[in-house]
């Protein structure tokens, strides 16, 4: 597995060997050792999961009270993932990264504590999986609006043409949102 740094500190690309033959393919998404060496956590205290079809957007979410770093990765179909950097002293808060994650590429990302994360459904359907660090705490959670422009993040996709849940509809503004120090 290759780990590399991306644009946004603490953020980390991660990409498996994908076998692939007149079956299909394989690829190792986890390997305890590597995680170990490259510095990340290999202690996970639960896994997420969910199916959505296109357009579905989901976030900008993350949770002060018990921060979770995830481990992020598409099983079938792609989404526009993205991760913004929430933390006030960090020369990069405010900024946010995006990078496609496929079934096909098997691309993952590894989300600190510290940031916020969304993703968009780019395929007709999509499944999305996630290793978390803490568990989930309802009233730790916060959400970012998606569509803030402070933020500018391209979604590309028809404002109109997103599908949010009611949570993500009424969003906290950037400016406004509690973030970390």
């Given at each position: 597995m290759k780990i590399e740094a991306t644009a946004l500190p603490g953020v980390m690309l991660l990409t498996p060997a994908i076998y692939r033959?007149?079956?299909g393919a394989f690829s190792e998404t986890f390997n305890l050792r590597q995680m170990a060496?490259?510095?990340l956590p290999t202690n996970w205290v639960q896994d997420n999961a969910s199916i959505s079809r296109k357009n579905v957007l989901r976030g900008i979410h993350y949770q002060i009270v018990q921060p979770q770093q995830k481990l992020v990765r598409v099983t079938h179909g792609a989404v526009l993932d993205v991760a913004v950097d929430l933390r006030r002293s960090s020369p990069a808060f405010g900024r946010h990264m995006a990078m496609e994650l496929s079934g096909d590429n098997g691309r993952m990302l590894w989300i600190p504590e510290g940031f916020g994360h969304a993703f968009l459904v780019l395929?007709?359907?999509a499944g999305f999986a996630y290793k978390v660090t803490d568990y989930y705490s309802p009233e730790g959670e916060r959400t970012i609006l998606w569509n803030d422009p402070e933020l500018a993040i391209p979604w590309a996709l028809a404002e109109g043409d997103a599908i949010v849940s009611e949570k993500d509809r009424n969003g906290t503004r950037f400016r406004d949102a509690e973030v970390f120090s």
């Amino acid at each position: 597995m290759k780990i590399e740094a991306t644009a946004l500190p603490g953020v980390m690309l991660l990409t498996p060997a994908i076998y692939r033959d007149d079956r299909g393919a394989f690829s190792e998404t986890f390997n305890l050792r590597q995680m170990a060496e490259a510095g990340l956590p290999t202690n996970w205290v639960q896994d997420n999961a969910s199916i959505s079809r296109k357009n579905v957007l989901r976030g900008i979410h993350y949770q002060i009270v018990q921060p979770q770093q995830k481990l992020v990765r598409v099983t079938h179909g792609a989404v526009l993932d993205v991760a913004v950097d929430l933390r006030r002293s960090s020369p990069a808060f405010g900024r946010h990264m995006a990078m496609e994650l496929s079934g096909d590429n098997g691309r993952m990302l590894w989300i600190p504590e510290g940031f916020g994360h969304a993703f968009l459904v780019l395929s007709e359907v999509a499944g999305f999986a996630y290793k978390v660090t803490d568990y989930y705490s309802p009233e730790g959670e916060r959400t970012i609006l998606w569509n803030d422009p402070e933020l500018a993040i391209p979604w590309a996709l028809a404002e109109g043409d997103a599908i949010v849940s009611e949570k993500d509809r009424n969003g906290t503004r950037f400016r406004d949102a509690e973030v970390f120090s």
